[in-house]
């Protein structure tokens, strides 16, 4: 492929990308994370093919959502903590939504997306192991709630979101995205949104199908994020 203006050679998001493809199974979606990096940065990953972006704050992705309105129209994923009271302009914004943690909060959004006439889909967030800073469903809890998740439309339950706690050794990594992965398939659910930049090896590994990455794809982001 030709180099484009927006993808010169000094610019190793190219490069990164065609290493990454290289070494991810073809079942494997990029999820590429875009918080925190300008929509310039965008427009140079969706020369390089990619369609499939996720942020963390609504306000950021609808300024940037402005700023490529002259793009096809891109996939976006919402991978933040969700506020309640940001659902509806979450929901009005993303297609996806990566992080539902609580099952108030799937109520709320089930109710709003019928108000407002979409079929989003989720991932529900889970929780494998103490995390101080992070939230999620406790695993018991979703075994508990079982037949009621498949009764959340038009929400669209695609699979499961796990973060690893930082400084989780990566033996111990593994482990929990194979908790995940066995607790979606008890689940009957599909789908397994797990894996960032310092884990998607042991991700991959444990069958995750949604990879987040941001600065193996992007590096270092030019804006500090939650
Ligand atoms: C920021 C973020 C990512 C991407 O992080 P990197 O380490 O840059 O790959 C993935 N998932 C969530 C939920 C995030 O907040």
Redesign the pocket.
Known sequence: MADGPLTSSNDPLGERLESLRRQLPATTHLLA?S?GQPSMRMRAAVALGLRSF?E?RQQEASLKKQELADLEPLDWHF??RLQANKSRAVLRQFGTI??LDSWSLAERLQRIAAEEDLCPAVFLQVKLRPDPGKTGFDPQELLQLGPRLGQLEPLRPMGLMT?APLGLPPPERLALFQDCAALATELGLKELSMG???DWREAVAAGSTWL?????LFGA?STA?P
């Open positions: 994370v918080k996720g963390s991978i933040g990566h992080s973060i960032m930049s310092n987040r990455l941001g600065s193996a982001r994020q």
